[in-house]
């Protein structure tokens, strides 16, 4: 039976209470049952939505983010245990470059699989609404990466994070929200660089950061061949995807990201499935190569990209390193506006001029020169492993000497500048109203009842934003991570 609105807000009210009495008294705990920013309904439009796609309100969600696309994806299982595509959102912002956050201070938006959980959701954000993406994980730690309160969020404002607007996240929370009502104990994110299409490996073919990333195109294959979350363990400093104790063997697989990889096997349908769709698509990059597919141009001096529905409606936007291609799922003439609030100081992407546009050398055939070496690696590259990785990135060089996904090197364009600037200091363009104020933490105080902003459909228009200028008004008291937690307690 499904669950009305205050009827789940009065039994999250009463497990909060009940769990209160075993831990003390805690008045934040409490204000999470009436934060209304956090407990906005899923829109109408949304709930029809996935009625005509076979699927349930509460049912599993899964989220896959693209750079150079700027999308979000919510996908969510249907009827039958198949995850569809549910809705696709432009990203108003992300920040870095495409390849994975490495340290502290990069402004990288991270690349992998994370874990969310409802502990990672914040509604007292100072960004509207946000969840933490759960970088570093076990894989990012094993190599020595660094950075913290790395969000997707609100406010079209990020310093290593993906931001959407508010309109945006609003939706976006309420659905990983229903997810956890129905009994989902955590949603996949998978973050990617770009589409894992051969177009898209031809083009940045010669990028130091590919042995990295055909790692992770291993994942996202696993998902398009099942259209079931992929089980995602680690070893020997890489990822490992839907494994399973050998044939005949009984013993739970222990997995660690530092350590030797476990004897353990794929589920024979899922290889042979996973193995047919990487020989198409090696067949297919060869040809691209062969046919003189342009190496994709190196762009300095851009901090992150935007996708171009909003670039379009700022004066002077631009998308800096995000791409709109034939395959975008979202489909610009559907935004008479922007798909939700952009606040008025948003601080959109450099615009590339002449001077920054260096176009790398072309291939023209799979095989390639040899890569030639270089004394001091560059600083936002990030090998897939500290160690060889196998035949998983065979014939590719760990510094990533090699782009293809083949067993041939190729040379390795220069890396972008590294952007020194910290997540907690001002942007280099002019900075917004609240931007000396540290929001890394992602935990603001503030007084004042929570403010609501109605929820909007992001294909039609949208409520006029009024101009702020410091944190959301209405933000509730500071509250630990795990929290939010309790909320969901009552009903797994």
């Known amino acids: 039976m499904t669950r009305t609105p205050l009827l789940r807000a009065l039994l999250a009210s009463a497990a909060i209470a009940a769990s209160s009495l075993l831990a003390g008294c805690n008045s934040d705990q409490m204000s999470l049952a009436t934060n209304a920013k956090a407990n906005q309904p899923v829109p109408p439009k949304l709930v029809a939505e996935m009625q005509a796609k076979n699927m349930d309100l509460q049912s599993p969600i899964l989220v896959r983010l693209f750079k150079q696309e700027a ?3 919510v996908w969510k299982q249907d009827r039958t245990g198949v995850f569809t595509l549910l809705k696709s959102y432009p990203i ?7 390849g994975p956050k490495v340290r502290e201070g990069d402004r990288q938006a991270p690349e992998g699989f994370y874990a969310i959980s409802p502990g990672q959701m914040n509604p007292q954000s100072s960004y509207y609404l946000s969840f933490n993406t759960g970088y570093p994980n076990a894989f990012d730690k094993s190599l020595g990466r660094t950075g913290s309160q790395l969000m997707v969020h609100g406010d079209c404002s990020s310093r290593g994070c993906y931001a959407m607007t508010d309109e945006q996240i609003a939706e976006i929370y309420s659905l990983g929200r229903e997810s956890f009502f129905g009994g989902q104990r955590a949603f996949q994110l998978q973050a990617y660089p770009f589409k894992m299409t051969p177009v898209n490996f031809a083009k940045h073919r010669n990028n130091p950061n590919m042995p990295f990333w ?3 195109k291993e994942g996202y294959d696993h998902f398009e061949v099942t259209r079931q979350e ?6 020997e400093h890489k990822y490992v995807f839907d494994a ?3 044939p005949g063997s009984s013993k739970p697989l222990a997995f660690n990201a530092s350590a030797k990889c476990p004897a353990y096997s794929v589920p024979a349908d899922i290889a042979d499935a996973v193995r047919e769709k990487d020989q198409k698509d090696q067949t297919k990059l060869a040809e691209l190569i062969s046919k003189g597919t342009p190496v994709a141009r190196l762009r300095t001096g851009i901090d992150g990209g935007m996708h171009q529905v909003f670039a379009a409606k700022i004066p002077d936007g631009s998308t800096g390193l995000s791409e709109v291609d034939d395959s975008s799922s979202v489909a610009l003439a559907a935004f008479d506006r922007a798909p939700g609030t952009i606040p008025p ?3 959109p992407p450099r615009r590339p001029s002449d001077g920054l546009l260096q176009k790398a050398t072309e291939t023209t055939s799979v095989a390639a020169a040899p890569a030639t070496s270089t004394s001091n690696p560059p600083a936002r590259v990030a090998s897939a492993s500290k160690d060889d990785i196998g035949g998983l990135l065979s014939g590719l060089s760990r510094r990533g000497g090699s782009g293809e996904i083949t067993s041939s090197t190729a040379p390795t364009p220069s890396s972008p ?3 020194t600037a910290r997540r907690n200091e001002p942007t280099p363009a002019p900075p917004r109203p609240h931007a000396t104020v540290p929001k890394s933490a992602d935990t603001k105080q503030a007084a004042a009842k929570p403010q609501l902003k109605p929820a909007v459909e992001l294909n039609g228009a949208t409520a006029a934003k009024p101009t702020t200028t410091g944190t959301i008004s209405g933000a509730a008291p500071v509250v630990s991570s795990n ?3 309790g909320r969901f307690s009552a009903f797994r």
Do not use: I, Y
């Not at 108003?92 to 495409?98: K, N, P």
């Not at 992929?230 to 070893?235: L, R, T």
């Open 230 to 235: 992929p089980k995602v363990d680690f070893c």
């Open 92 to 98: 108003c912002r992300w920040s870095g470059d495409l």
């Open 71 to 73: 999308e979000l994806e």
């Open 417 to 419: 500048t590294q952007a």
């Open 483 to 485: 929290n939010f937690e």
């Open 214 to 216: 055909k790692m992770l």
């Open 244 to 246: 399973a104790p050998p």
């Open 345 to 347: 100081t948003v601080n």
